[in-house]
């Protein structure tokens, strides 16, 4: 069982930044593919960046050079640099792990906001 929790998330103006954090229990964390969701009202959720044991990415088209994912192994803790944000942006971020797709396991989310 893998405990996910992630952070970071809140209140941000359009063109602002956000980095969220999600910190895994265990020890085999370095094996898991890891990902960054998000799910606003009304929306089902969708991935929105991948990173592998591996450390290869793949983001979706609509935060692509925007978005950054990226994983430390020694800390347990995936994140996700979010830069130009924009409304559209505004959902629930979730953080789900798996050995090969990450949703086998998952976070309780943090909400963002992008806001006048």
């Known amino acids: 069982q893998v405990q996910l929790v992630e952070s970071g998330g809140g209140l941000v103006q359009p063109g602002g930044s956000l980095r969220l954090s999600c910190a895994a229990s265990?020890?085999?964390?370095?094996?898991?593919?890891m990902g960054w969701y998000r799910q606003a009202p009304g929306k089902q959720r969708e991935l929105v960046a991948q990173?592998?044991?591996?450390?290869?990415?793949n983001y979706a088209d609509s935060v692509k050079g925007r978005f950054t994912i990226s994983r430390d192994n020694a800390k347990n803790t995936v994140y996700l640099q979010m830069n130009s944000l924009n409304v559209e942006d505004t959902a629930v971020y979730y953080c789900?792990?798996?050995?090969?797709?990450?949703?086998?396991?998952w976070g309780e989310g943090t909400q963002v906001t992008v806001s006048a």
């Open positions: 789900g792990a798996g050995f090969r797709q990450p949703n086998a396991y």
């Open positions: 265990g020890s085999i964390f370095r094996l898991y593919s």
């Open positions: 990173i592998t044991a591996d450390s290869s990415t």
